[in-house]
């Protein structure tokens, strides 16, 4: 399976099996730097993923059926 057809979830799951077999260290040069490069197209693939939904939630339709912007307010 192609990392970009992954969902959120499974592409995190991949990420965090990559990451629990190089915290373990016993990992050959070659196979850790397949890793790491591996490790970094799935983050790359869940920031896509996360900024998309982020676009998504931008916009609102209020009750009117208007768009209108989305912000999230954090608490202080």
Same mark, same amino acid.
């Given at each position: 399976?192609?990392?970009?057809?992954?969902?959120?979830?499974? /592409?995190?799951?991949?990420?965090?099996?990559?990451?629990? =077999?190089?915290? =373990?260290?016993?990992?050959?040069?070659?196979? /850790? !730097? =397949? $890793? $790491?490069?591996?490790?970094?197209?799935?983050?790359?693939?869940?920031?896509?993923?996360?900024?998309?939904?982020?676009?998504?939630?931008?916009? !609102?339709?209020?009750?009117?059926?208007?768009?209108?912007?989305?912000?999230?307010?954090?608490?202080?």
């Amino acid at each position: 399976m192609e990392n970009n057809n992954l969902t959120f979830e499974q /592409a995190m799951e991949k990420l965090e099996k990559i990451v629990e =077999q190089l915290e =373990q260290g016993d990992v050959p040069l070659e196979q /850790a !730097i =397949q $890793y $790491y490069k591996e490790g970094m197209q799935l983050s790359k693939v869940c920031h896509e993923k996360l900024k998309n939904v982020e676009n998504e939630m931008t916009e !609102i339709l209020n009750e009117n059926g208007e768009s209108e912007p989305y912000t999230v307010e954090e608490e202080s």
